[in-house]
């Protein structure tokens, strides 16, 4: 037997000599005393005659919990195994579709102040629409998923609602000959959301919007703002009350410096004007600079202060809102098989935030063999590099790949997130309650 090298050890902030053990791949946790400690600092091969009575007690629930393994080898091949078979899950086929670039706002960190202006006015056409809900169909046929998932992105989606209804109705149908599930969410800046729009998309399937608010009316209105200076705060507020009867909620809030600390009044607010139980969860995203400009698309946390973050997620489940897992920020979407993302011209992507970076697509709607395509693609990212003899691998993924593309140019670069991860086990795992040995 040997200690996993997923093993984390946390010591106690009492100096009790009590230790918090975390192991990042098995999500297991125990409270452990020196005796154990010492069983797995004892080098890369445990002796079992000279640890044979700390075996005897505690080998069995070690091994269980994988704080024990019986090879590196075997736990390699273990890993890459779980790791293959995510990718190859067939149960959901996701579809983004980002029927617009343009947008309505003018944030002032949004990553597209780098797409030139052909871009920015690029509308999904109806050929487009429907290549689109035919190829839908060809994947479904290909791959027999449980589910599908019709995510609408944009730019601001909601600027091509009749688009949007087209394109809903032609997959949803391709959907119902094959008696797939489908449902749809819809990530918006919120302000063109009417109840209309929702009552037609509701045969279709769906369920859920994401709308970002950025603190408090105030904080809000300097960073998310229309075309000259327009406020957005109570137009968003507005639209959430009129359709929180139709809708479960993600509301996803941007923060820096300077906003972070109104977001906790941010969700009393949208508590007290009735709007708890239409809340599905809430998250958060740090804005930083990166490229040409501000973003908060890409899946980070290294580079910002993972301290907000966690203070955040507290603030929120204090008021009892439920927030993302703070432990898990991947494998993303981006390896799996299974998830594409087609931009208004019906090129495909593996990822929305690769989408309009030349060389970054692998295909197109008449693109043969695209889960080939797909898979080679994926494949290309180097699992025996830094990031394979990582111990916070499987719950990171090798990181974010559009911050591996703004960091090196490179896409499957290294984005190393073990600043973030240092700080978020020291900070969450002992909290939690495990065996105690």
């Known amino acids: 037997m040997v200690p996993s090298k997923f093993n984390i050890i946390i010591p ?12 990042t791949f098995s999500d297991s946790q125990a409270r452990i005393g020196s005796d154990v400690l010492a069983l797995l600092e004892s080098g890369d091969k445990i002796e079992a005659k000279k640890n044979k009575n700390i075996l005897a007690k505690y080998g ?45 706002l003018r944030c002032v960190y949004c990553f597209q102040s780098d797409l030139d202006h052909s871009q920015k006015s690029a509308n999904i056409s109806k050929e487009t629409i429907l290549r689109l809900a035919e190829w839908a169909g ?14 609408l992105y944009g730019g601001e ?26 449902e749809i969410k819809i990530i918006t800046n919120g302000t063109l959301l009417d109840p209309d729009f929702v009552n037609s998309l509701l045969p279709f399937g769906i369920k859920s919007v994401k709308v970002t608010i950025d603190g408090t009316r105030d904080h809000h209105d300097q960073l998310r703002i229309r075309q000259k200076g327009r406020k957005t705060f109570d137009l968003i507020i507005n639209n959430l009350l009129k359709t929180k009867d139709k809708l479960r909620f ?28 239409s809340i599905s969860n809430v998250n958060f995203r740090p804005i930083f600079q990166g490229g040409g400009g501000y973003s908060c698309d890409i899946c980070s946390f290294s580079e910002s202060h993972p301290s907000v973050q966690f203070w955040l997620s507290k603030e929120a489940q204090k008021r009892g809102l439920d927030s993302m897992d703070l432990l898990s920020l991947g494998p993303c979407g981006f390896h799996k098989r299974d998830a594409y993302t087609i ?15 030349p060389g970054a697509e692998i295909g197109d709607l008449n693109t043969r063999d695209i889960e080939e395509k797909s898979s080679n693609f994926i494949d290309r990212f180097n699992w025996s590099g830094k990031c394979g003899e990582c111990k916070y691998l499987p719950i990171c993924g090798g990181g974010c790949r559009y911050w591996a593309y703004v960091k090196t140019g490179d896409y499957f670069g290294v984005a190393c997130e073990q600043k973030y991860f240092d700080s978020a086990v020291k900070e969450i795992i002992p909290e939690r309650q495990g065996f105690k040995a």
């Open 343 to 357: 931009d208004p011209a019906g090129k495909i992507y593996k990822c929305e935030g690769l989408v309009g970076i």
């Open 138 to 151: 060809e994947r479904m046929d290909s791959t027999h998923p449980k589910r599908l998932l019709l995510l």
């Open 250 to 277: 993600t509301v996803g809030s941007n923060y820096n410096l300077e906003n972070f600390e109104s977001i906790p009044s941010l969700f009393d607010y949208l508590i007290e004007i009735g709007l708890r139980d």
């Open 60 to 104: 069995d629930d070690l091994s269980e919990l994988g704080f024990l393994v019986k090879s590196k080898r075997d736990e390699d091949k273990t890993v890459k195994d779980w790791f293959y078979q995510k990718q190859k899950d067939r149960d959901e086929l996701l579809i983004t579709v980002i029927p617009t670039y343009d947008c309505n």
């Open 157 to 182: 989606p909601l600027l091509r609602k009749r688009d949007i209804l087209v394109l809903s109705a032609l997959i949803s149908d391709e959907a119902r000959k094959r008696a797939v599930e489908m």
């Open 12 to 23: 106690s902030e009492a100096g009790d000599l009590q230790y918090t053990l975390y192991n």
